[in-house]
């Protein structure tokens, strides 16, 4: 079973930028697809960006395309989510995610792990 903790969230002005890391507890990791999700309060959870074992089979969704950037450090069993750009309705708790599946889904259904989430505040 693999673990995922998530850590970089916090308080950041419109316009501004923040970085996520998600850490894995096992090196099996790396043979999942690594999903974010985010959450706004009373909302449901919804795709941000998911990548294969290759920086070359990044999606996101389209709210955040061009903003966002998805990595993985493979060796150190981490991914990253660089947040630029940020905007008021990117207030959410965001989560790290794994699945085993071999393309990549957009589907909470899908994922087979999740971290716990950290907190993003968006202020405008």
């Known amino acids: 079973q693999v673990q995922l903790v998530e850590s970089g969230g916090g308080l950041v002005e419109a316009g501004g930028s923040l970085t996520l890391s998600c850490t894995a507890s096992?090196?099996?990791?790396?043979?999942?697809?690594m999903g974010w999700f985010r959450q706004a309060p009373g909302k449901e959870r919804k795709f941000v960006a998911a990548?294969?074992?290759?920086?070359?089979?990044?999606h996101y969704a389209a709210s955040v395309k061009g903003r966002f950037t998805i990595s993985r450090d493979q060796a150190k069993s981490t991914g990253t989510l660089r947040m630029n750009s940020l905007r008021s309705e990117g207030t959410a708790g965001y989560f790290c995610?794994?699945?085993?599946?071999?393309?990549?889904?957009?589907?909470?259904?899908?994922?087979?792990?999740w971290g716990q989430g950290t907190q993003v505040t968006v202020s405008s």
């Open positions: 995610a794994a699945s085993r599946l071999e393309t990549i889904p957009t589907e909470t259904i899908d994922y087979d792990y």
């Open positions: 990548l294969g074992c290759s920086d070359a089979s990044a």
């Open positions: 096992d090196r099996t990791f790396e043979s999942y697809i």
